[in-house]
């Protein structure tokens, strides 16, 4: 079984995506720009743990962060 195992190759499906944050406002027609999904800082740029949330008619503002 050891050798069977050996054998099969690996596939990895863990994969992340992640949109440009322009995706949605830079592909909308001008009159839904104001509509579309978009990104905000939530915090000082300066700031290494600021992430950007995303914003749109169905989404709620939330904040995001990331301790590792």
């Known amino acids: 079984m050891t050798d069977e ?3 099969m190759p690996v596939i990895d499906i ?3 995506w992640t949109e440009p944050p322009d995706l949605w406002t830079s592909h909308a027609p001008a009159k839904l720009r104001d509509r ?3 990104t ?3 915090a ?3 700031d290494p743990e600021a992430l950007e949330t ?3 008619w169905a989404y709620r503002p939330n904040v ?3 301790k590792i």
């Open 5 to 7: 195992l050996a054998q």
């Open 14 to 16: 863990d994969t992340h």
């Open 36 to 38: 579309a999904l978009r």
């Open 40 to 42: 905000r800082r939530n």
């Open 44 to 46: 000082d740029e300066a």
């Open 54 to 56: 995303w914003l749109g």
């Open 64 to 66: 995001l962060r990331m």
